[in-house]
């Protein structure tokens, strides 16, 4: 496939599109809702902040328990159970007068969930697409979730002021009821891609099989730590410029939107396998800029041109992809998933501590400089790995 029409003409992929789209949107603006409504109750900043980002600490947890039933479950049927279990979470953290130490059960169960879900869903995507497809079709979902999630932030906003935190929950419980529905009536009944009960053992087995191949260590590495690390300097918009942070993230999202639609549509086949690294080094090297405390035009080109530089994820995704075994390739996709939220959030970590003991500016660029010395180090592997076509399963 070439052109991201060409998808749309596959029911299955359409379906996927939808249900994942109705999911972000519903994440996106319970996250808001949670956060808003922890704030209110406890007046903790720290509280609200796990409120909303705590279920990217739980995937971690899933990936360590349940990310194989990624590959032996009948993905209509796990995608559909999955819409209902997220509804009915949400829709009880809605409930009036409940206690905010009860919801973070809630969300951790919902978090572990997710990261066997998320492994599913790309599964799925990879089988529906081959390998040739699923480029292009990962970088469809990825401009997708990022307007979903643009425009999420503004509607959940305007339903929390408008019918209160547990109303904006009550309205995410409807769109993950509608994501079940998108794929229970829109994806046909599948086999799943590996035999077997989902268990510990075997999600620890198969992770094992997965980290014991040298390039896909390095290809694991690359998609985590330069990106987590990247995430904790866009932690520091706010300190930087509490009066300007949302322009940062906005100018942000477009420059991950274009990056997205370069890859996964306008780069030839030929250089995707050449670029990741030179990607990784674009996602970081403007925020060295910061050291020099830019006002706020240099520092939102500085946000645009660096943030491009999230394309290499989807080129790192297609390698991972060419280096796995197809029955692997839900937990495999799911793995590089909850890992990339877990480094994410140690990166936010990282830089926050960095800006306690210097400050926003210094940190950021500091953070960035570190984001790169990664790259350095990860690049000879990276070129030894080969560009996206090695043999699958292969083990140095």
């Known amino acids: 496939m070439r052109t991201y029409r060409e998808l749309f003409r596959d029911r299955g992929f359409t379906a996927l599109f939808l249900f994942s789209a109705a999911q972000t949107a519903a994440q996106t603006v319970a996250g808001l809702a949670l956060g ?24 971690l947890l899933g990936a360590a328990t349940v990310l194989s039933a990624a590959d032996r479950l009948p993905p209509r049927a796990a995608l559909t159970g999955l819409g209902l279990l997220l509804a009915a979470g949400t829709a009880v953290q809605a409930l009036p007068g409940l206690p905010v130490v009860a919801l973070f059960p809630v969300l951790l169960a919902l978090g572990v969930a997710g990261a066997a879900g998320g492994g599913v869903r790309y599964g799925l995507l990879h089988e529906l697409l081959s390998r040739d ?20 932030f503004a509607v959940g906003g305007a339903l929390v002021a408008a019918l209160a935190p547990s109303g904006a929950l009550l309205t995410a419980a409807a769109l993950h009821l509608l994501s079940a529905g998108t794929a229970r009536a829109g994806l ?34 690359a998609l985590w730590v330069p990106n987590g690390l990247i995430v904790g ?37 030929r250089w995707r396998g050449r670029l990741a690294v030179p990607f990784c080094v674009l996602l970081a090297a403007p925020y060295l800029g910061f050291a020099l405390e830019p006002g706020l035009p240099v520092a939102a080109a500085l946000v645009a041109v660096a943030t491009v530089g999230y394309a290499s994820g989807l080129l790192l995704q297609e390698r991972l992809v060419a280096l796995t075994p197809a029955e692997l390739s839900g937990q495999a996709l799911g793995l590089h998933g909850s890992g990339m939220l877990a480094l994410q959030g140690a990166g936010a970590a990282v830089a926050g501590a960095l800006a306690e003991a210097t400050s926003p500016t210094t940190a950021m660029a500091g953070t960035a400089g570190a984001s ?16 996206g076509r090695t043999a699958v399963g292969g083990h140095c």
């Open 36 to 59: 808003v409504l922890v704030l209110r109750r406890t007046g903790s900043p720290l509280l609200a902040a796990l409120a909303m980002f705590g279920p990217a600490f739980a995937h």
């Open 372 to 387: 790169l010395a990664v790259t350095a180090l990860l690049a000879p592997g990276l070129r030894r790995g080969g560009g």
């Open 233 to 269: 300097v866009e932690a520091l918009y706010v300190p930087y410029r509490p009066d300007a942070a949302g322009l940062l993230f906005a100018v942000g999202a477009l420059g991950m939107l274009a990056g997205d639609v370069l890859a996964g549509r306008l780069l030839p086949a």
């Open 133 to 152: 497809g699923y480029l292009l079709g990962r970088s469809a979902l990825s401009v997708a979730a990022g307007l979903v999630q643009i425009g999420g």
């Open 188 to 221: 046909r009944r599948r086999p799943p891609r590996a035999v077997g009960r989902p268990s510990v053992v075997g999600t620890w087995r198969a992770n094992a099989r997965l980290w014991s191949s040298v390039p896909r260590r390095y290809v694991y590495l």
